[in-house]
């Protein structure tokens, strides 16, 4: 047994609370590794690693942490099966997929090294008579993210590059199931030149997340993780007197207008209900097709596909759709089907029996694509986020049904429409009270340099991700009001200047 721990001032730390739980390949469902659980005191440690390094950190220049963060993203680019096998072995999802989850968290690096750009500041010459006003950003201090077992390099990567590169040291809490990826990027910054104390990692559960919210010296915590948890981190992390963004669940409705492109709306359907096994807070999980035509026809055309889906390891290349993360929540996600079916939906496409027959690969938390129809709003299969590859059908007659359709749910995180219609699409964009819209776009999942982040109760804290918003998050303004010698009056001003 391999023990994952922690790395603290540009270092691994072995485990010292006695604490630990098991890290399963969900492929194979064995286990070869476990992670270590920090105590109060592990977690202390690194945050005073993170401490003592912010003061030379901040004073660096912006273009040298750019600079960093620039042999970082070679590092990256070079590494990335590596990193990909990693997450694999201990999330499940396709090597390419995988793959994937780098590029995209690789991207957010890159648009730090625009940092000198972006952290310009503004400044105006004679506010007043002789008198300038400058505006700047400064870092904050310490930071926190803690991070969902979904995207074990990506959602990390969200977070520090942004935070680190805009002068913050970094304290990363990654989830306990999937812990190795978070260790190989602590390592490979270490390489690209970060200085210790700057980026540091604590395994953990619980223990660690409540030792990070009640830790004076940490002034901004980032969450992504499931909604009561978010809920939980930005009331708690508030409380404290901490900057908290908090993303959480979502449920994802996709609506096919009669004059789409059915083909085109099939064939995301397959990507954006059953990629990454439907374990992605993107994901759509609601199909939602405007008039029963077309809810038949795109059924008819979804049924074959589902059925042929190639489920199975990232060993095997070919596989479209890996195992679910844990057996716990291949048990979850069956349940979900079980109390679907017994409310009244139809299970078009039933993914309970299937059986993964890939020597080695017998005892993995498989599942196979689901498809239920004639889902309604009260059932617990509409309500809740199942997290896994199951793509419920809710047939709505009109666009507005389906607007209001979406209204009505809790997450808000994306959804999407399927149209050639301009006017709706114009209208769908404009109107949806949702974070992130596509059209035509099942994913719409923003680029680095835009934010990322849902409505409603997708997300708690007035910031989204990365892009400008992550730079806003992890800075404050200071303006500096200057009033130079020549113009300095003798006489007490006791009322409120102003230009007159
Ligand atoms: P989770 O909420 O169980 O865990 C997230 C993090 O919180 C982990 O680091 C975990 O250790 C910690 N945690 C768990 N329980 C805790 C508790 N009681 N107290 C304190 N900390 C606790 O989420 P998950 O299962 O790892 O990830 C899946 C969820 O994340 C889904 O709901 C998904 O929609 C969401 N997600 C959202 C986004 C987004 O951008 N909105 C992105 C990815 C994932």
Redesign the pocket.
């Known amino acids: 047994m391999t023990e994952l721990a922690h790395y603290v001032n540009g270092a691994a730390v072995a485990g010292m609370s006695g604490r630990s739980q098991p890290v399963f390949n969900p492929a194979t469902g064995t286990s070869e590794k476990t992670v270590a659980l920090a105590s109060v005191d592990e977690v202390n440690k690194a945050v005073a690693a993170a401490k003592s390094a912010w003061p030379a950190w901040s004073k660096t220049p912006a273009l040298r942490r750019a600079r960093i963060m620039d042999k970082f993203k070679s590092i990256l680019w070079d590494r990335a099966p590596q990193l990909a096998e990693a997450i694999s072995s201990e999330h499940g999802k396709t090597h390419d997929d995988a793959l994937g989850e780098v590029t995209r968290g690789l991207e957010v690096v890159e648009y730090a090294t625009s940092a000198p750009s972006f952290l310009k500041g503004e400044f105006s010459e004679n506010v007043g008579p002789d008198i300038d006003c400058q505006m700047i950003r400064q870092s904050l201090g310490v930071c926190a993210g803690?991070?969902?077992?979904?995207?074990p390099a990506m959602?990390p990567m969200w977070m520090f590059p942004i935070a680190i590169v805009t002068g913050n040291t970094f304290v990363l809490?990654?989830?306990?199931?999937d812990p190795s990826a978070s260790l190989l990027l602590a390592e490979w910054l270490s390489e690209a030149g970060l200085p210790e104390g700057v980026f540091n990692v604590v395994q953990?559960?619980?223990e660690?997340?409540?030792a990070i919210l009640h830790h004076p010296d940490i002034k901004a915590v980032s969450?992504?993780?499931?909604?009561?948890?978010?809920q939980?981190?930005h009331q708690t992390g508030t409380s404290m007197g901490k900057r908290v963004q908090a993303?959480?669940?979502?449920k994802n409705h996709m609506v096919i207008m009669p004059d789409a492109d059915l083909d085109m709306a099939a064939s995301a359907l397959m990507g954006a209900g059953y990629g990454s096994a439907g374990?992605?807070?993107?994901a759509i999980s609601v199909a939602v097709p405007v008039t029963d035509a077309v809810a038949d026809a795109l059924i008819e055309k979804l049924v074959p596909q589902i059925e042929a889906l190639k489920i199975g390891p990232a060993a095997d290349r070919d596989s479209e759709m890996g195992p679910l993360?844990t057996e716990q929540h291949l048990n979850k996600v069956r349940g979900y089907i079980d109390s679907g079916e017994s409310q009244g939906a139809r299970v078009v496409v039933d993914g309970r029996g299937f059986k993964q027959d890939k020597q080695g690969y017998e005892n993995g938390y498989f599942i196979g694509g689901t498809l239920l129809d004639n889902v309604t709003e009260d059932m617990d299969c509409y309500r809740n986020?199942i997290?896994g590859p199951v793509l419920s059908v809710v047939r709505k007659q009109s666009y507005q049904d389906a607007v209001d359709l979406i209204h009505g749910h809790e997450y808000a995180?994306g959804t999407a429409v399927f149209t050639r219609d301009g006017d709706v699409a114009r209208n769908f964009s404009q109107d949806i009270e949702v974070g992130m819209v596509g059209i035509n776009v099942p994913i719409p999942v923003p680029m680095a340099f835009h934010s990322?982040?849902?409505w409603k109760a997708?997300?708690f804290g007035d910031h989204h991700?990365h892009g400008m918003e992550g730079v806003r998050f992890y800075t404050r303004i200071k303006t500096t009001t200057t009033r130079w010698p020549t113009g300095q009056r003798t006489d007490p001003e006791f009322t409120m200047p102003t230009l007159g």
């Open positions: 803690i991070t969902p077992f979904n995207f959602v809490k990654p989830s306990e199931r953990g559960d619980k660690a997340v409540d969450f992504v993780g499931s909604t009561p948890i978010a939980y981190i993303l959480g669940g979502a374990e992605r807070c993107m993360v986020e997290f995180n990322f982040g849902g997708s997300i991700m």
